[in-house]
């Protein structure tokens, strides 16, 4: 299964969702790959990837090497490390079929892996179209404001799009509440809004919320797992729920 991590709304969790999925995955047997697409590289740095004078998922949408160079092992898992050239995507990927590069590439791969996690950057451009057309379905991470409720409304219009032209048998996984807090009634009443607006996409808002922690920045600090840096926090728990959740949708 290849999952799209996507949100044109910035700072919702889409980086710490997919390091999540990496290393939760890959902790319960599940061989699974990431993929950064996100030009800042965040997902790339929680991981522990070399990006120095390395070459990225950009050579690998702009056809300049194979997808198996790309690869590198970490302790959390496989993964194919962004860098910034890819914040110039739109400009050098112009050909036609330009929306199948990356689906193209990891279907040279995917008998390695049993799932695949694309991270995806804050817009929707063609990197973003490149994910959805590559995966089978979509996570959403969203927080608890209006803003992520906006972002959602125009990522619809996005995969309706991608559906019709690229890739009509695009599911959605759901849409996944980041840095929540119960004891907020706004944040009650924004997951209200969030149910409604993953009833009208046809899918769900996961059962599980992710709630605010500091121990998640420090993970990331210190390029450790969550599982491995605090794995009796509640966040963990919440992310292992999270983890058990989504396999049960994907079956």
Same mark, same amino acid.
């Given at each position: ?24 995955? %890959? *902790? ?12 800042? /590289? %965040?997902?790339? &740095?929680? #991981?522990? $990837? ?7 998922? &950009?050579? =690998? ?5 194979? #997808? ?8 959390? /898992?496989?993964? +194919? !490390? ?27 791969? *995917? ?6 996690? +694309?991270?995806?950057?804050?817009? =929707? ?23 992520? =409720?906006?972002?959602?409304?125009? =990522? ?5 799009? #991608?559906?019709?032209?690229?890739? !009509? ?5 759901? +849409? ?14 924004? $997951? ?21 922690? #500091? ?16 794995? *009796? ?8 729920? &999270? ?9």
């Amino acid at each position: 299964m290849i999952y799209a991590v996507i949100n044109q709304k910035g700072g919702v969790g889409k980086s710490t969702v997919s390091a999540v999925l990496l290393s939760g995955m %890959n *902790k319960k047997g599940i061989r699974t790959l990431a993929v950064d697409l996100d030009a800042q /590289g %965040n997902l790339s &740095f929680n #991981v522990g $990837a070399d990006t120095n004078n390395r070459k990225t998922s &950009f050579e =690998l949408l702009t056809e300049k090497c194979s #997808v198996r160079e790309l690869i590198q092992h970490t302790e959390q /898992g496989d993964i +194919i !490390p962004s860098g910034s050239s890819l914040s110039g995507a739109d400009a050098f990927i112009t050909s036609t079929g330009k929306e199948y590069r990356l689906k193209e590439s990891l279907g040279q791969i *995917k008998d390695l892996y049993d799932n695949i996690i +694309i991270d995806t950057p804050p817009a =929707l451009g063609i990197l973003t179209v490149n994910a959805l057309t590559a995966s089978d379905s979509v996570i959403i991470p969203a927080q608890a404001d209006v803003y992520s =409720l906006q972002g959602i409304s125009q =990522l619809a219009e996005t995969i309706s799009l #991608v559906r019709k032209y690229c890739n !009509p048998s695009l599911n959605i996984s759901g +849409i996944l509440l980041t840095r929540y807090s119960t004891r907020t009634v706004l944040n009650r009443d924004i $997951a209200d809004m969030m149910r409604e607006q993953a009833e009208n996409l046809d899918t769900r808002l996961f059962s599980t919320a992710i709630r605010e922690a #500091v121990a998640v920045r420090e993970a990331q600090i210190s390029q450790k797992s969550i599982f491995d840096y605090a794995p *009796k926090a509640n966040v963990t728990g919440d992310f292992e729920k &999270f983890i058990n959740e989504l396999l049960e949708v994907s079956e």
